[in-house]
């Protein structure tokens, strides 16, 4: 994306991001509150919400209600993949433009995201329980998204030290470790309890 002093690449990527957010936390949160407030303790642990929607109301739904809960799951996960992803494909490209001293021309480009997401659904099928270890894996990459981004901030920007700016950031850095850590010795406490099922290449 270019950019000049002018017009900052920063703006129109940092709006993305908050839309971006946005339609996650839109499609997210009704589903999940919904759906403890619904299901309970009652959701299957293979399958989450969706799954509990379509066993207990398959037959006594609406085909539209149906539809539209997974078009939300779907949304959900095209928006995160791309926030997700971007950094990846930023790498990738950079590599190529450091060795090539050129830009990464577009077919390149929409190579690189085809190839990712492509590789990205070989893991998908290739190891099918991958669920079974959402908590773990959930728990051990949560600093991405709540503590380091904090931690950044205090590094680039070097706020006074004490200040509330310095105070809240570390502050949401410590509880996102803090929260890192709980959720990860739940996931491992999880997986202890249930034990996995390991079954290559044999989707469900």
Known sequence: MPSSEKHPSRVPMWRGVK????????CLFPLAIGGYWA???MIPPNGGMLTAL????GRDTSQFILGLTSLFVIINALSSFQIYGMP?????????????????????????RAMFGYGCFFVAVAIPFLGSLAGLVGGIALPVTL?????MWLKIKKPKMYSTMWCLNWGLGALG?????????AGIYVIIDTGIQANFFKPQ
């Open 19 to 26: 839309f971006a957010y946005l339609l996650v936390a839109m």
């Open 39 to 41: 299901y309970g303790q």
């Open 54 to 57: 379509y066993a207990f109301h």
């Open 88 to 112: 990846v494909f930023d790498v990738m490209e950079s590599v190529y433009t450091r060795r090539k001293k050129q830009a990464c021309p577009w077919w390149l480009r929409a190579t690189i």
């Open 147 to 151: 503590a380091y981004p904090c931690l």
């Open 177 to 185: 470790l803090a929260l890192s850590a709980v959720l990860t010795a």
